[in-house]
């Protein structure tokens, strides 16, 4: 035996192969029009396809029709309606040599759903049958040429068991249905639109259906349906009322209407994403569909509303409009972030909404664009195009669009998306042709800018303001720099729009917002009428996904702290304060510790600030976030520094925490923004109060947890008893397993608060909470709930005992057996290793390593382990 798994291992790895941007060459052959027939079975589906293929007439040789396949074995070949033998199948893929022009070809395959445990293609989900074809899911149903350049009408008969699945659904239009023999029945669906391969979806199960209607703005009524699990009805409503929000604000802000008679959302629980924005038939992971008060979080009722928008955006920027290759993604998500990010910040707090999404690009894609999987928002090269679905081809594509958005103001900027809707409708666009479109519906030229598509890493941008008395002029002076993967920092000349306010230094007033737009390595900017030293507001609003470095004084970030009318620059200015305290303390420097807690006791005591900015203003920054202001990240010294200065603002201010807290208490539960703003105030406050170590915390915790009738406060209370040693925390654990051990959703929140805490046996329990009986690999949302929660707790993932890298390593290996796409999303997470002080590096790359090594590794997770390791 021994020698048998030596040989395996010395066998020499196959050469990836390397998809590049630079080699993208139209399609030989197109296929105007598909046919498809699915007699459907868990356990064993037969699907027919019927392809209209049409020579390209630019072809200038007779290239051989190649079908992309995935597992796939034809056991029918048709051309023309006769027999067909003259076809090979390479490396999984169906190569017909055909002469002329025009064909009619038809393939029979075979397929078994329920064995589909990457959760690509077609696939069980319990007893239902769904499909996730982006990005390249479609060659696991049928033989097809499988890249979104290629455009063709569907019209899809599906039959299946009635009493399995009474509920058929695809996209576009039901234009007819019936009953055969056996129980089974069909129905027969056309989509109008012509659509990539990756826009195709089919559900075939036991489902109810949430039904509402909506009438475009040109009067087309439109049939709205919600699909879940007959017990999960009462949950879809706010689901329902984003959808209808999302197309009433897509006509009012981008002039766009919806375009069939039918909407579908289908919610299933087996999910590998959050989302997806098949034409007519959007598939949702449940998690982003079912809420009420009892279950979900305000932050999850935000995230439906922000996914439902999304995919809904979609229908437009995506599916109207496509991409042309996968290196075009961002095309269509950064553009459709950027969409659902001004969307929330209309129905919502647009001041909260721009703190949210920058945490989550600091916290997601800063660090990817410093590391080794950098790459920029249209890369140049991929192996497995399932890795690139990023927070840098998402996120910071989004800021790259707000940045457009900012260069040519609102009016301008509609003006170039209208044209880029007009001129590429039914197209498959690149984001050259986005950026063109801008050019010349907002009359701008953005030569320069396109640096923001080719470039990786964030910009750092040094800002100086000097003031001249006898002059009365204020300097800007700004550099901005580059650096690749730990390179040392270069001159850059990026596009930069920074916005800025000089405030008046006594009362904080000033004259007007400015845009300067910072497009050289170093550039100065004089601002006259300067009696006074102004203090410098600048990127507000986070105008740039840039890191900032000032030189601004304690006394000013202190000051823009209670005085900036940019909530985004007040808030990152107390921010600003506290990390460079935080940073000073692990780094051993001296710092000032009194003008942060000055700086708190002015917010407290500012009655004007809404009190769900105010929760947001004196939190501290992350863990992570400190550890990315550092050349070599300690994370015990990181965790103890920020401790040591909760527990201080905790005792400083315990009284009016806790006046706060009570002037918080809820009554009946409401979504509208006061409510929620109270509960947010209350979690953080009883945070602080637990970490003045006073005597009561535990209970009070406890008390929070059992009086609640809503998951935020439940929740905020059990994150809060979670890191303690009370026997609150273990009462109030297994109370919340036992009412909730039947929804998954709930029960993800239980291994979620588990896998963060800050207490040191986290590592023994999250290997404990593995072998759970409600623990398992095949569901995406538990593997993330226990898993992605451990690896973001920055302080015990990174274990000084390195047993939660091995973990890790241990858990990547097994799913990458079942899940590959869902397991190459945690290398990111070993692969910083250079980032750690020594000890804790070395025992990173060992993880890599141990998963480099190990045998019949997916292409995700090779891909993502090699470059980590290069
Ligand atoms: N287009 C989807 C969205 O952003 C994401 C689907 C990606 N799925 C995948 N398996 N890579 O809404
Ligand atoms: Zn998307």
């Not at 007439?57 to 007779?62: L, V």
């Not at 992309?68 to 076809?87: C, Q, R, S, Y």
């Amino acid at each position: 035996m021994p020698d048998i798994q030596k040989t395996d291992a010395a066998m020499p790895a196959t050469q990836p192969t390397i998809i590049r941007r630079e080699d993208y060459r139209p399609p030989a052959w197109f296929i105007p029009s598909i046919a498809l027939d699915f007699q459907l079975g868990l356990d064993h589906t037969v699907v027919h396809s019927l392809l209209d293929v049409r020579r390209s007439k630019s072809a200038k040789y007779e290239e051989p029709l190649l079908l992309d396949g995935d597992g796939l074995i034809p056991t029918a070949v048709k051309v023309d309606g006769e027999a067909w033998t003259d076809w090979q199948l390479i490396d999984g893929n169906l190569q017909l040599s055909l002469p002329g022009t025009a064909h009619e070809v038809e393939i029979t395959v075979e397929i078994d759903p329920s064995t589909n445990t990457q959760l690509m293609g077609l696939y069980a989900s319990q007893d239902m049958l769904c499909t996730q074809c982006e990005a390249e899911g479609f060659r696991r149903i049928t033989f097809f040429p499988d890249r979104p350049d290629i455009l063709s009408r569907y019209s899809v008969r599906m039959e299946g068991d009635k009493k399995t699945f009474p509920v058929l659904l695809c996209n576009g239009d039901k234009v007819a249905e019936g009953e055969v023999d056996n129980g089974r029945h069909w129905a027969q669906w056309n989509d109008p639109w012509p659509k990539p391969s990756y826009l195709f979806a089919l559900v075939a199960g036991d489902l109810v259906a949430n039904t509402d209607s909506f009438t475009t703005r040109s009067g087309k009524p439109v049939e709205l349906n919600i699909w879940v699990r007959d017990g999960d009805l009462p949950r879809t409503g706010h689901a329902m009322q984003a959808l209808k929000d999302s197309m009433r604000w897509d006509e009012e802000v981008y002039g766009r209407e919806y375009d069939l008679g039918l909407f579908n959302i289908v919610a299933v629980s087996d999910f590998n994403m959050g989302a997806m924005e098949n034409k007519g038939l959007n598939i949702f992971n449940s998690r982003y569909i079912l809420a009420d008060p009892e279950v979900a979080t305000d932050a999850d009722f935000d995230g439906i509303e922000g996914v439902v928008a999304h995919e809904y955006f979609h229908n437009w920027s995506g599916n109207r409009v496509t991409c042309r290759d996968w290196f075009q993604l961002s095309l269509k998500e950064g553009f459709t972030v950027y969409r659902d990010q001004s969307f929330s910040a209309d129905m919502g707090s647009a001041a909260l909404k721009r703190i949210e999404d920058v945490r989550i690009l600091r916290a997601a894609q800063f660090p990817e664009d410093a590391g080794p999987l950098a790459h920029p928002i249209r890369p140049e090269s991929y192996q497995e195009i399932s890795n690139f679905y990023t927070a840098t081809v998402y996120n910071k594509g989004a800021e790259v669009i707000r940045m457009m958005a900012t260069l040519l103001g609102a009016e301008r900027f509609r003006k170039g998306t209208d044209l880029y809707f007009d001129r590429h409708d039914g197209e498959a666009a690149t984001c050259e042709d986005f950026v063109v479109a801008m050019e010349d519906g907002g009359e701008i030229d953005l030569g320069k800018f396109r640096g923001w598509y080719r470039t990786p890493g964030t910009p750092r941008v040094s800002a100086k303001l000097s003031h001249n008395p006898q002059t009365g002029t204020a300097k800007l002076d700004l550099k901005q720099s580059l650096s690749a993967n730990g390179a040392p920092q270069q001159p850059s000349e990026m596009v930069i729009p920074i916005k800025i306010a000089l405030l008046d230094p006594v009362t904080g007033a000033h004259e007007g917002e400015q845009l300067v737009t910072l497009d050289q390595a170093a550039q100065s900017f004089t601002f006259e009428g300067q009696k006074d030293h102004p203090i410098l507001s600048i990127n507000r609003g986070f105008s740039a996904p840039i890191i900032l470095e000032s030189s601004r004084t304690a006394e000013e970030l202190a000051f823009l702290s209670s005085h900036d009318d940019d909530p985004f620059a007040r808030f990152e200015a107390m921010q600003q304060l506290m990390a460079s305290y935080l940073v000073a303390q692990v780094t051993g420097t001296p710092a000032d510790r009194d003008i942060i807690l000055q700086a708190i006791g002015a917010v407290l005591a500012d009655d004007k600030i809404d009190r769900a900015f105010l929760a947001e203003l004196i939190q501290l920054p992350s863990e992570a976030f400190l550890g990315d202001q550092m050349i070599e990240v300690d994370p015990q010294t990181i965790h103890d520094a920020r401790e040591k200065l909760r527990g201080k603002i905790g005792v400083q201010f315990e009284r009016k925490f806790r006046r706060l807290y009570n002037q918080c208490e809820p009554g009946a539960f409401s979504l509208d923004a006061a409510a929620r703003a109270d509960r947010k105030l209350r979690n953080v406050t009883l945070g602080y109060i637990a970490a003045s170590q006073v005597e009561d915390a535990a209970a009070l915790a406890f008390d929070q947890y059992r009086d609640a009738n809503n998951m935020t406060a439940m929740q905020g209370a059990l994150g809060v008893l979670s890191h303690m040693d009370a026997e609150e925390r273990t009462w109030a654990l297994e109370d919340f397993f036992k009412r909730f051990k039947d929804n998954a959703l709930v029960l993800d929140k239980w291994f979620t608060l588990q896998a963060m805490s800050q207490r040191s046996d986290t590592v023994k329990r999250v290997e404990r909470l593995a072998n759970h009986p409600e623990f398992t690999l095949s569901n995406p949302n538990r593997v993330r709930a226990l898993y992605a929660g451990f690896t973001n707790n920055q302080v015990r993932f990174h274990d000084p005992s390195g047993k939660g890298y091995q973990m890790i390593a241990d858990m990547v290996i097994e799913l990458d057996g079942q899940n590959p796409q869902t397991a190459a999303r945690f290398i990111p997470s070993l692969g910083r290793w250079r980032r750690f002080e020594r000890g804790r590096s070395d025992l990173m790359r060992l993880a890599l390593e141990k998963i480099a090594g190990a045998p019949n590794l997916s292409k995700d997770v090779s891909e993502q382990v090699s470059k980590s390791l290069a």
